[in-house]
């Protein structure tokens, strides 16, 4: 019989797996690294932010965590074709695809904590998950959040969407936390906040993409009520005067949630600091340029620009160095 989730695998396989080793770990590896670089993100993962011990290992929880979104999205636009009329329904051959590509990348996941896994994202997580001793909890949570996407893709209350981002966006903090050696319950407490934040910007930046390519709408159902806005409007493109003091609210709440979640930065060892600074700055400049453009999220997505990021990285590293901080904000 298993061990519990939470049990880290160092401990519950101790001499009971044969990991893979040499040049397939180092393909595999590789494979992470490749996977992470390619896909967009509104900053890359890794890069000289990251301590190069870390590197592969941080890749390797990327390109993990990028598989399970993947596969939860596979088939994408079909999903949309009757979102209307059936209240965002994906089609049940979509679905049913997706939920047995998941059910296939669990199994991966097991062998990684008690066998030899056959993908090279999975051979890569079993070596990670050894060395760092990470307990299968957060992967198992990732992967329920992408089951949970295959359901209507509408959420009643902001309580609903809070309890969705304890799946598909608190795990990834606690998995970066434990790459650097972090498993209290404080820190991620903290780390909720902002990796919460953090899902939240992304939900609010991505309105239109998650409706046209996705079916989904992660704005609460009971807000979208009490500011007047309906489903069609975001169908149309239509940001009105309630759509846009409705984004105004929902960037409010993220906001506030990032400033809970700053005292994370100083709690950390200073390989750690930098990356958590600069995505924390990232996703309130990304909320920034949703105000800039009074919170219409529709007719275009709002993003930072290549040079805008750039900026900001190096902001966040000279105010580091001179002692300045992170340029964070305040509660």
């Not at 932010?49 to 999205?73: F, N, Q, S």
């Not at 965002?88 to 996941?109: F, K, N, P, Q, Y």
Request: some cysteine.
């Amino acid at each position: 019989m298993p061990p519990p989730v939470d049990t880290p695998l160092t401990e519950a396989y101790a001499g009971a797996v044969k990991p893979v080793t040499g040049a397939e770990l180092n393909d595999a590896y590789a494979f992470c690294a490749d996977l992470a670089r390619s896909h967009y993100e509104n900053f890359n993962v890794g890069g000289w932010i990251t301590p190069r011990e870390k590197l592969p290992h941080v890749y390797a929880v990327y390109a993990w965590c990028r598989m399970v979104d993947d596969l939860g999205d596979e088939g994408g636009p079909q999903a949309h074709t009757a979102s209307l009329a059936t209240g965002g329904r994906i089609d049940a051959a979509v679905s049913e695809h997706r939920l047995a590509r998941l059910d296939w990348w669990t199994a991966e996941l097991d062998l990684a904590y008690s066998g030899r896994p056959t993908h090279p994202i999975a051979i890569a997580i079993q070596d990670t998950v050894r060395k760092f001793e990470i307990p299968k909890e957060p992967f198992l949570r990732l992967i329920q959040a992408n089951r949970i996407d295959q359901g209507t893709g509408r959420f009643a209350s902001i309580d609903d969407v809070l309890d969705y981002c304890t799946y598909s966006a608190n795990p990834v903090g606690h998995l970066f936390l434990y790459l650097f050696g972090y498993s209290d319950p404080e820190r991620q407490r903290m780390a909720d906040c902002t990796c919460t934040a953090l899902q939240l910007t992304n939900f609010w930046q991505d309105v239109s993409r998650d409706y046209h390519d996705r079916g989904r709408i992660y704005l609460p159902q009971d807000d979208m009520a009490r500011f007047g806005v309906s489903e069609s409007d975001i169908a149309h493109g239509f940001a009105s005067d309630g759509f846009r003091a409705l984004l105004a609210y929902e960037c409010d709440y993220a906001m506030q949630l990032f400033r809970e979640g700053v005292p994370l930065v100083s709690s950390l060892d200073r390989g750690a600091k930098l990356p958590v600074a600069l995505f924390t700055r990232g996703g309130v400049s990304i909320l920034d340029a949703i105000r800039k453009r009074n919170y219409d999220v529709l007719s275009e997505r709002p993003a930072l620009s290549k040079g805008q990021k750039a900026r900001l990285l190096l902001s966040t590293w000279f105010a580091s160095k001179l002692g300045l901080g992170y340029g964070l904000p305040t509660a």
